[in-house]
C-alpha cells in the first residue's frame, strides 16, 4: 500500500462548477502538505501550503487538512477551462523530502 | 536564473548508455532535489543535497544512479548502463532554506527515453 493514495480520474466537471480534490495517507508523522498543479509537460507548480490541521483559502482554493482521519482536500470554487491539469498532492514530516499521490486529472469544459 | 532550468528537455537514448542531466537551480538556494516521474503516477524522490553534500540519497534506486553537486548550485544526475524502465520524467526542484517554509520550485524535468 502506497503512504499516500489519490485518485488518478480523469474529474470531468464543466465550466463554474465547484472541482473537490481529496488524498489519504497512512503516515502520522506527516505534519506539512502540499498541492501541486502540473499542466502536460510541465513540472509541478505550488498552489497550496498547509501546515498541521484546519482549512486555508486563497483566492478560489480552498485547502482542508484533517489528520485525524489522514486526509486532505483541495476545491476549487468556479472552475475555469484554465484550471484543466493534472492536481498533485504531497506531504512530508519535515523539511526533506515530500511524499506525492499519483495525482488527479482534472478538465473543465466550457 | 528565474526559475529552475533542465538540460536537455528531452533525451533518446539506447538501452546501455550513459547519460547525464543537468539542473540549474534558482539562484541562492541552497536545498536542490531530484524526482523521477513515471507516465500516470506522481513524482518518486530520488536525492536531495543541502549544499554540496548529499543529506538524502534514500530515493537512488541502485548504484547505476548518481547525482552531484560539486559547488553547491549546479547539479548533475548521472545514469550508467541505461535500461529500459529507467525512462521517465527526471525533476529537479531547489528550495531557499531557512525561511520556516520548505516550498520547493520544480523545472520542466528532462524526459529521458530509452529504447
Known amino acids: 500500500q502506497k503512504e499516500v493514495e489519490q485518485d488518478p480520474g480523469p474529474l470531468s466537471v464543466p465550466e463554474g462548477a465547484i472541482v473537490s480534490l481529496n488524498c489519504t495517507y497512512s503516515n502520522s508523522a506527516f505534519q506539512y502538505f502540499m498541492w501541486y498543479r502540473q499542466y502536460s509537460r510541465k513540472g509541478p507548480e505550488l498552489l497550496m501550503y498547509?501546515?498541521?490541521?484546519g482549512n486555508k483559502e486563497d483566492g478560489r482554493f480552498t485547502a482542508q487538512v484533517d489528520k485525524s482521519s489522514k486526509y486532505i482536500s483541495l476545491f476549487i470554487r468556479d472552475s475555469q477551462p484554465s484550471d484543466s491539469a493534472t492536481y498533485l498532492c504531497a506531504m512530508t514530516d519535515s523539511w526533506g523530502k515530500l511524499q506525492f499521490g499519483a495525482g488527479t486529472q482534472v478538465v473543465v469544459t466550457p | 536564473g528565474a526559475g529552475v532550468s533542465q538540460t536537455p528537455s528531452n533525451k533518446v537514448t539506447e538501452k546501455g548508455k550513459y547519460v547525464e542531466l543537468r539542473c540549474d537551480p534558482i539562484?541562492?538556494?541552497?536545498?536542490l532535489y531530484w524526482y523521477r516521474q513515471s507516465l500516470g503516477q506522481g513524482p518518486e524522490f530520488l536525492i536531495y543535497f543541502q549544499g554540496t553534500g548529499a543529506a538524502d540519497d534514500s530515493g537512488l534506486p541502485n548504484d547505476r544512479f548518481f547525482a552531484v553537486r560539486p559547488e553547491g548550485s549546479v547539479s548533475t544526475l548521472k545514469i550508467q548502463r541505461t535500461e529500459r524502465g529507467d525512462s521517465a520524467v527526471y525533476l529537479c526542484?531547489?528550495?531557499?532554506?531557512?525561511?520556516?517554509?520548505?516550498?520547493?520550485?520544480f523545472g520542466a524535468g528532462s524526459r529521458l527515453t530509452v529504447l
Open positions: 539562484s541562492g538556494h541552497t536545498a
Open positions: 526542484a531547489s528550495s531557499l532554506r531557512g525561511t520556516g517554509a520548505n516550498v520547493l520550485t
Open positions: 498547509t501546515y498541521s490541521s
